[in-house]
């Protein structure tokens, strides 16, 4: 059983991770994603499911074309077990696509984490888009 201050602690970790994939696609720091995601990673997009951090990269590298993107993780509820969480997130962002095209985002993620060697890593992501004014995700 994992006690309330390590727990406490472990929602910080994970607040932060999570901080790092909005920036990392925001900042167009492809190589980001290898360093946030689990080897054996599953992340469900809505166009397809993609496997280990390396994919993720490469499906950032080939497919993010924003010419700026504001991703929000907010209202987060996280629970911890151990080596393990979830995590739920809803998400608000703002983009102009590489055409100039202006939009916003809304949905959500479901996330589970897992603590490989002391570090929180993201092990399966599902983003769920419920609204994309611009319909330039779907």
Same mark, same amino acid.
């Given at each position: 059983?994992? %006690? ?16 790092t ?11 980001? +994603?290898?360093?946030? =995601? @689990? *080897?054996?990673?599953?992340? #469900? ?9 390396? +994919?993720? @990269?490469?499906? !950032?590298r ?5 010419? =700026? %993107? /504001? ?11 151990? $080596? &393990?969480? @979830?995590?739920? !997130?809803?998400?608000? *962002?703002?983009?102009? +696509?590489?055409?100039? &095209?202006?939009? =916003?985002? =809304?949905? !959500?993620? #479901? $996330? ?7 570090? !929180?890593?993201? %092990?399966? /992501? ?6 994309? @004014? +611009?319909?330039?995700?779907?």
């Amino acid at each position: 059983m994992t %006690s309330p201050g390590q727990a406490a602690f472990d929602r910080l970790e994970i607040r932060k991770l999570r901080g790092t994939y909005a920036r990392a696609i925001d900042n167009r720091d492809w190589e980001r +994603a290898t360093d946030i =995601f @689990t *080897e054996d990673a599953v992340v #469900e997009y809505a166009d397809g499911t993609l496997r280990g951090g390396e +994919a993720v @990269t490469e499906y !950032w590298r080939n497919n993010v074309d924003y010419q =700026f %993107s /504001l991703h929000t993780m907010q209202l987060p509820h996280i629970e911890v077990d151990g $080596d &393990t969480g @979830t995590g739920h !997130w809803y998400l608000l *962002e703002y983009y102009i +696509a590489a055409d100039g &095209t202006e939009g =916003f985002v =809304f949905g !959500w993620y #479901e $996330d589970e984490y897992r603590r490989v060697d002391g570090e !929180w890593y993201i %092990s399966h /992501l599902d983003m769920d888009l419920l609204y994309d @004014t +611009a319909g330039y995700h779907v």
